[in-house]
């Protein structure tokens, strides 16, 4: 009796160990694109399933399964310079991204870009800032470099009618 309850302690444990093995194994694809721009997108699918996407190289294949974003940098060249934003979320609509067996997942993300303002008050106070949104929703952050240096702070003149600046200064990062 003893015997026989091992092989069927071994079997059942076998049959886990295989299925879990193909469930596993199963794979799926996806493709970045980013609007003309350069994308590395690193995904987390598990405990130990990282990978990274960029959108330079096709379909990459993954677990197929629910994947988690963790960081996206998107890099541009233009006249010249290199231009490079970064965000690890918000992620709006890639908060989830659901990976199918067999099956590609576009994901548009990047540019075109939108800028939002957003404005705080505090009594006698005002904080104007942005949000830089991308095409799923993802927010990323303002300070964007150029040549690997990143920007100094955009400034701000305030003009009336004829020219003449009323008030003028730098916005600061923070």
Same mark, same amino acid.
């Given at each position: 009796?003893?015997? +026989?309850?091992?092989? !069927?302690?071994?079997?059942?444990?076998?049959?886990? /160990?295989?299925?879990?093995?193909?469930?596993?194994?199963?794979?799926?694809?996806?493709? %970045?694109? &980013?609007? $003309? &721009?350069?994308?590395?997108?690193?995904?987390?699918?598990?405990?130990?399933?990282?990978?990274?996407?960029?959108?330079?190289?096709?379909?990459? &294949?993954?677990?197929?399964?629910?994947?988690? @974003?963790?960081?996206?940098?998107? +890099?541009?060249?233009?006249? $010249?310079?290199?231009?490079? /934003?970064?965000?690890?979320? @918000?992620?709006?609509?890639?908060? *989830?991204?659901?990976?199918?067996?067999?099956?590609?997942?576009?994901?548009?993300?990047? @540019? @075109?870009?939108?800028?939002?303002?957003?404005? *705080?008050?505090?009594?006698?106070? %005002?904080?104007?800032? /942005?949000?830089?949104?991308?095409?799923?929703?993802?927010?990323?952050? %303002?300070?964007?470099?150029?040549?690997?240096?990143? /920007? &100094?702070?955009?400034?701000?003149? !305030?003009?009336?009618?004829? $020219?003449?600046?009323?008030?003028?200064?730098?916005?600061?990062?923070?």
């Amino acid at each position: 009796m003893k015997r +026989t309850d091992i092989w !069927i302690s071994v079997g059942i444990i076998a049959v886990a /160990l295989a299925a879990f093995y193909f469930y596993t194994q199963r794979k799926g694809y996806i493709k %970045v694109d &980013a609007g $003309g &721009a350069i994308a590395s997108l690193q995904l987390r699918s598990g405990w130990l399933s990282k990978a990274t996407i960029s959108s330079d190289s096709g379909a990459v &294949a993954v677990p197929a399964r629910a994947c988690r @974003p963790e960081q996206l940098r998107i +890099t541009k060249k233009e006249n $010249g310079s290199t231009w490079q /934003l970064d965000t690890t979320g @918000p992620w709006a609509d890639l908060a *989830q991204i659901k990976v199918k067996s067999r099956q590609t997942t576009l994901l548009r993300l990047g @540019p @075109p870009f939108l800028i939002r303002p957003t404005i *705080q008050r505090s009594s006698s106070n %005002v904080s104007i800032g /942005l949000s830089i949104i991308g095409q799923a929703g993802e927010q990323y952050g %303002v300070r964007a470099t150029k040549d690997a240096k990143q /920007l &100094a702070a955009p400034a701000v003149k !305030i003009v009336d009618e004829s $020219g003449k600046v009323l008030a003028a200064g730098k916005f600061a990062y923070g």
